[in-house]
């Protein structure tokens, strides 16, 4: 079993759900990025998507765009961001560890390097948010020659046919997209249909993950209650970054408190 | 097609109306209908009677600046609102860099009632102010972007992020040759008449075609439109990419002979990207060349060598700008002047050499007085303070 396989038959068995934050690696600087990973891990994070930086991530809001800037504007090497990861994982052996990339930076590694350098720093997933399951082939193909795990969104209008694919293609977890557009911060619940759930469940065996405006725990709850395992929120998180840019113990603090509230939410007994 | 998955089912529904659409004799009736009595198709192509004196050279201009609002832009944009119109969908996204497109945009939108908002680097809507009255007064809504570098690169960005929310109701109508699939086709498909005209003019007026044919490359719209009916025939096929304050300095908008390949705007093409794959700002004096990247197209017509790109400085361009005013009584286009100034080239290197050269005029450049009346007054107090010392 992979280290996603473990971690959801563990929640399943304390009828918890799996809740992943999401933060962009080095924002606001890889020192304070490193410190808010640490305390994301200590305080409920069931496993961790880090976004590596990219000049123009258009499956993005601003909130997130901003995160990926501010990050580039510290010019850290791709090399440096590697390093990092492999210091987490030596430091975190259970947690599952996935980037969130654009198809840019993978092609410009190139993408046998790309994806031995994530076996390397002992990552275990891969979500390239600008490549599609139609566009994936040979990124996935790969993906698995090196142990990769490909995560794919599943968009809430998909159709059989799309269900019947990612079916054939997805490992780990399914992003179940709350909504359409880019990401970021919504204050509705987005609960997504319970018949659409059991529809991609009818395909789908793997874990479903629920994304994309998620930022209170009312949302969480929301999401374990319509029959999801959990859920992945990112804006939420770089807002307390934002908001708090220059007083990081205040800014680790809020960001300890936040990840608490949610995982506490998750918990179904 | 690199874009998010939400994009897909947008992207397949337009590759399914655009491909039925071009089998639709209806459609396409309505569409040269519109080219022929709204736009103003055929356009001329002129003889320039003056730049050349002294030559043997004989230099054609494809004039789409004479083409209702003042750019090959207008063809493609009355395509893709009626393609739009066939989805079923009442809003129209675009994005500009020049405002040409926008303009285009915004003039389709109002004669197909179709609603429209623009998105526009905020450094565009600064120097292009003119263009962006025009939007306004026919009913687009512009939005300005102050994200990232403020230019195309990310009204592109923008436009790309609406999309991705209101695809339901919404058509992204992007403005030239790049993008995902099936942009790329559909763009040139609606400029190829571009080709197709001069290539009957030519034999008219020559009798032969022509040694070259000449067109600036941003995106590569006005290019591909007029290279595609010449692919296979023996004629030099030349794309001119802006090489801005000069390519040394890094301040250039030259992807095609200066960048790399890359995935970016839903494409593999060439891009401007730093070694680590992060895009790069491109820099052009003319803001529809003002792109990091290029149409898919062009990557293969170069990697093939079918066509040659080279590049010219802003200052070369305002040069041929300043030329044809003089000479021919046309104020062309930033983007166009840089194909002008590679003709000139050409002209200077062979000036015995019978050769025939068309350069696609791809705008007109009422829009771009004010950044030449400012380059030029710049240069002026240089030189007088030069003349002081």
Known sequence: MNRYQIMFKRLSLLKEGCIIPFVVLGDPSLEISIKIIEALIENGADALEVGIPFSDPLADGPTIQKANLRALSKKNTFFEYFQILKKIREKNEKIPIGVLIYANLVYNQGIDNFYLQCFDSGLDSVLIADVPIEESKVFYKTANKHQINSIFMCPPDADKNFLHKISSYAQGFIYVLSRAGVTGIENKTFSLPTSFIKKIKKYNSIPLLQGFGISNPKQVKEAMLSGLSGIICGSAIIHIIEKYLNQEDEMIKKIKRFINSLKLSSKLK | ?389
């Open chain 2, 1 to 389: 097609m690199y874009v998010p998955q939400i994009l897909m089912p947008a992207l397949f529904e337009l590759e399914k109306n655009f491909v039925s659409a071009q089998e639709d004799t209806d459609f396409q009736k309505k569409f040269h209908d519109l080219l022929k009595n709204y736009a103003g198709r055929p356009t001329p192509l002129t003889l320039c009677r003056n730049l050349t004196k002294g030559t043997k050279t004989r230099i054609y201009l494809k004039r789409e600046d004479l083409l209702h609002g003042g750019a090959h832009k207008t063809n493609q944009v009355l395509g893709q609102a009626m393609l739009a119109i066939r989805m079923k969908k009442k809003e129209i996204i675009a994005e500009t860099g020049a405002g040409q497109h926008g303009v285009a945009a915004a003039i389709a939108c109002a004669l197909l009632n179709l609603k429209c908002r623009i998105y526009m680097g905020v450094k565009d809507v600064k120097r292009q102010s003119t263009n962006v009255f025009r939007m306004q007064l026919m009913g687009a809504k512009v939005i300005s972007v102050k994200n990232g570098s403020g230019t195309l690169k990310d009204a592109c960005n923008e436009a790309l992020r609406d999309w991705s929310s209101t695809y339901k109701t919404s058509h992204y109508m992007i403005g030239t040759a790049a993008g995902p699939h099936p942009y790329p086709t559909i763009v040139r498909e609606f400029q190829k008449m571009i080709g197709e005209e001069t290539k009957k003019q030519i034999l008219e007026q020559e009798n032969k075609l022509p040694n070259s044919i000449i067109a600036c490359i941003g995106g590569g719209s006005n290019a591909i439109g007029i290279f595609s009916d010449f692919i296979y025939d023996k004629v030099n096929l030349i794309g001119v990419e802006p090489a801005g304050h000069g390519i040394h300095t890094g301040k250039h908008g030259a992807p095609l002979k200066h960048g790399r390949t890359g995935i970016y705007f839903g494409m593999k093409s060439h891009l401007m990207q730093n070694q680590e794959g992060q895009i790069q700002e491109s820099w052009s004096i003319s803001a529809g060349l003002d792109f990091p990247s290029v149409g898919p197209e062009h990557a293969w017509l170069n990697s093939t060598h079918r066509a040659q790109y080279v590049s010219i400085t802003d200052q070369e361009a305002i040069n041929a700008f300043q030329s044809l005013c003089r000479e021919e009584g046309i104020i062309p286009a930033l983007e166009s002047s840089h194909a002008l100034a590679y003709a000139l080239k050409i002209m200077k290197m062979h000036p015995q050499k019978k050769q025939i050269l068309i350069v696609n005029l791809s705008g007109r450049g009422d829009k771009d007085i004010f950044t030449v009346h400012d380059v030029l007054k710049k240069g002026k107090k240089n030189e007088s303070i030069s003349d002081n010392v």
